[in-house]
């Protein structure tokens, strides 16, 4: 059994800096279940959502921010990651991220602000289209020269140990956690009175979405395991534009190709969006995924297309380079021609619930990043804001997680006992159930719901559970099987939450309660008894 001061799971943005930060205090142990580098993070392409523009204010990016949330941010919070911004952008700075500069018209040179639906003003830090893989190499390349600092790759969280478990009366807190060492098969105990869960979301339930296959919602799965408060699930974020082609696997057309002027068209070219809103194709992701479904399911079409052709073709290979690139190397030249794209599940706005320093309701247990569920989005995050929240709460909970800081003590935890267990003699009976699950998520649980859909879904999981709590109890664990078994606890968290909301708000839509009730404008939660 091996000691830490901090032990966090998940190397992308929440983890490398809370890590970066905490390894000044101690010993620091970044667990992550594949290659360092291998997250959403390094997928984000739009950007950073931070006031730095004299033409911008604070409570311009609360309002917008506020407005996205649909009634269900906590204001605190939204004020608080607003305001605690700038600072944190300098220190990514200071590590060597470089956003895109321009030169303004009076000749001094500024950030290159960009802008995204819901945002009332230029305000997204930048580095082309890539700005997630720049901010990943910058942390990594700290995180390398750091003493301090463990990186165990290829490893994978499984359960949480706490002195519940453990059987304690005193009370309940985090004390150790169980790790698959994938090369060996082995798992391995590691101890720490501070664990920090920055596994990021869990897109994987859905057939389709944007997220990486990292994004199986481990952490709220392990948290909620472990007794900790689940808020929120319902409102997932599906992205309005993923581009639709056979060969491209999750890949995102950035919300700025809207802002920067693309419009949605339909199949014959007629834009559709002054149809549902207003602001028309800068209309937040929610109306425009909703409106893109509607039209999808009233013309029968496959996709609906992006239409960014007005624009020089330098100025599209400068902004979007690998979009332009990607695109063009699957024959689509978007400077010439609409982009054929679908909505695809995004982003989790719910997650494990925690405060304003990241702590989660299991003592020890601190949860950052996109796993998290802190009030900032409420029932709909705006573009952008969900970088910064990771920044912003990987500082806090580094501040509160070192303070009154202590070596852990010599509680002994239990070694992982294997039992008779085999090995897994019909992987496809596995990939049967994942398929399942993320098809019948699409089907029953996607951007428009029902009661009957959801009831639907709620009785296969249930027989999903089963099955799969067989496979874990009877056989030799691996990533593919401990995925699954986070996936199916993650879908039967979403369906709980949502058959829960009686009324229609931000990303949760259903047609049996269409409009929001402010009656019932208060967060789900739910927490294992
Ligand atoms: C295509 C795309 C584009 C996006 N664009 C933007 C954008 O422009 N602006 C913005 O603000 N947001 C954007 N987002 C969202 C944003 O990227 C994520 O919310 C954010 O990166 C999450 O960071 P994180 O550190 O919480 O998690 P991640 O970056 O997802 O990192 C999670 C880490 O946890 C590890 N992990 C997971 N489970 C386990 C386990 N059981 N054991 C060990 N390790 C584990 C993973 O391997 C990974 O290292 C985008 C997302 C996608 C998918």
């Known amino acids: 059994m091996e000691k830490f001061d901090h032990i966090v799971l998940g190397s992308g943005i929440a983890g490398l800096t809370y890590a970066l930060k905490a390894a000044a205090s101690g010993s620091v142990a970044i667990v992550t279940k594949r290659a360092r580098a291998t997250s959403n993070t390094a997928w984000a392409q739009g950007g950073v959502a931070c006031v730095t523009s004299p033409e911008d204010s604070f409570d311009l990016h609360v309002k917008d921010t506020l407005e996205a949330g649909a009634g269900l941010c906590q204001r605190d919070i939204v004020e608080m990651v607003v305001r605690e911004g700038p600072e944190r952008i300098d220190e990514l700075i200071a ?18 602000l960009g802008r995204e639906g819901g945002h009332s003003k230029r305000r997204i830090l930048h580095a082309h289209d890539f700005t997630g ?75 389709y979405t944007t997220n990486p296959d990292i994004a199986s919602g481990d952490g709220v799965a392990m948290a909620w395991r472990a007794g900790a408060a689940v808020s929120n699930m319902e409102f997932v974020q599906f992205h309005p534009t993923c581009l639709f082609h056979p060969e491209a696997k999750s890949f995102l057309i950035s919300e700025a190709v809207r802002g920067e002027g693309g419009v949605l068209v339909d199949g014959a070219g007629r834009p559709f969006m002054d149809r549902h809103h207003p602001l028309k194709s800068l209309a937040p992701r929610d109306i425009v995924a909703r409106a893109i479904d509607a039209e999808m399911k009233r013309t029968g079409a496959k996709c609906v297309f992006l239409d960014i052709t007005d624009k020089p073709r330098e100025f599209l290979r400068e902004r979007f380079p690998k979009i332009y690139e990607t695109c063009l190397e699957l024959g689509i030249d978007i400077a010439k021609e609409p982009i054929p794209v679908v909505p695809a599940a995004h982003y989790q706005c719910g997650g494990v619930k925690a405060n304003e320093h990241g702590e989660t309701t299991l003592r020890g247990l601190f949860a950052i990043g996109e796993v998290a569920c802190t009030g900032l989005h409420g029932a709909n995050r705006l573009a ?56 019948l998520m699409w089907d029953y649980v996607g951007i428009v719901r029902t009661d009957k859909r959801l009831q639907r879904a709620a009785a296969r999981l249930r027989n999903l559970q089963k099955e799969v709590q067989e496979f874990y109890w009877n056989f030799k664990v691996t990533t593919d099987l401990l995925e699954l078994r986070n996936l199916v606890a993650v879908a039967g968290l979403i369906v709980d939450c949502a058959l829960s909301r009686k009324e229609s708000r931000g990303l949760h839509y259903t047609l049996n309660y269409p409009q929001a009730d402010d009656k019932l404008c208060r967060d789900t939660i739910t927490r294992r008894v």
């Open 95 to 112: 590590l060597g991220m470089s956003f895109d500069l321009r030169e303004s018209p009076d000749g001094h040179v500024e950030l290159d």
């Open 133 to 207: 893989l720049e901010i990943e190499k910058t942390l990594l390349a700290a995180v390398e020269k750091h003493p301090s600092i463990r990186v165990l790759e290829d490893h994978m969280g499984v359960d949480l140990i706490t002195t519940g478990k453990l059987g304690y009366a005193s009370e309940d807190r985090v004390v150790g956690l169980y790790v698959l060492e994938e090369k060996s098969g082995q798992v391995l105990t590691l101890r720490s009175d501070r664990i920090i869960l920055a596994t990021g979301g869990c897109g994987k339930v859905y057939l």
């Open 384 to 439: 952008s804001n969900s970088l910064l929240e990771a920044l912003v709460f990987a500082h806090r909970a580094f501040l509160k997680a070192t303070k009154n800081h202590r070596a852990p003590d010599d509680i002994s935890l239990p070694e992982w006992r294997p039992g008779s267990v085999t090995d897994v003699d019909e992987l496809v009976v596995i990939y049967h159930n994942w398929d399942e699950i993320r098809r």
